[in-house]
């Protein structure tokens, strides 16, 4: 009964390039800004008339390709071949966001030694290996992990030394908690748009 009632709540709107309507968190917001430029509303919270594409840098590139923003908009609307390209660095700029909240909350740590001791202790949540990482490294950590808990291989170290505030981050960890969850959903809208 719960479950019924949670998916009625789900919004579905139709992307502009495919008319496929799909859940708005399988989409991106577009907004026109004030200058008629077209402007990403990934907490799908600014004013004025929205339009959707799917969750997809093709797909957005497709948009601008095909001036789909103007008409979808109801008016002029610029929007630059960089779109697809801001879109990827502010989805991925959010997921990194989680990463330095779970730190400040002392629910993430860095550091192979520490990141082992959480794991071992069975308090990790998800484990985070920035692209750069040997893979001798990474399978020694992923050896300690248990059930429920998940591998992050989608940031850079530099991603990660911006997350964690200090520089050659190559292992992270992220304790069980709502911030983890909201990291994971939003590293996997990042993978999402990105394949």
């Not at 008016?75 to 730190?103: C, F, H, M, N, W």
């Not at 400040?104 to 949540?125: P, Q, Y």
């Not at 911006?162 to 959903?185: D, M, P, S, Y």
Request: charged share 25%; net charge positive; glycine share 10%.
């Amino acid at each position: 009964m719960k479950q019924a009632a949670a998916e009625e709540n789900v919004a579905e709107r139709m992307c502009i390039v495919t008319r496929e309507v799909r859940d708005e968190a399988q989409l991106i917001r577009f907004v026109r800004g004030p200058e008629g430029a077209v402007v990403p509303d990934l907490n799908r919270k600014l004013p004025g008339r929205g339009v959707w594409v799917s969750l997809s840098r093709s797909r957005v590139a497709e948009a601008v390709r095909r001036q789909a923003f103007s008409r979808g908009l109801g008016e002029t609307s610029a929007a630059g071949p960089d779109l697809p390209d801001q879109v990827g660095g502010l989805l991925r700029k959010a997921a990194v966001s989680y990463i330095s909240l779970a730190k400040k909350a002392g629910e993430a740590v860095a550091g192979n030694a520490k990141v082992e001791e959480m794991v071992a202790a069975g308090r990790a949540r998800l484990v985070i290996h920035a692209r750069e990482a040997a893979q001798n490294g990474r399978q020694k950590i992923d050896n300690l992990s248990g059930p429920g808990v998940e591998t992050l291989g989608f940031f850079t170290s530099s991603e990660l030394d911006l997350a964690f505030g200090r520089t050659n981050v190559i292992h992270a960890a992220v304790a069980r908690g709502g911030l983890a969850e909201k990291l994971l959903q939003a590293t996997r809208r990042a993978e999402a748009y990105e394949a």
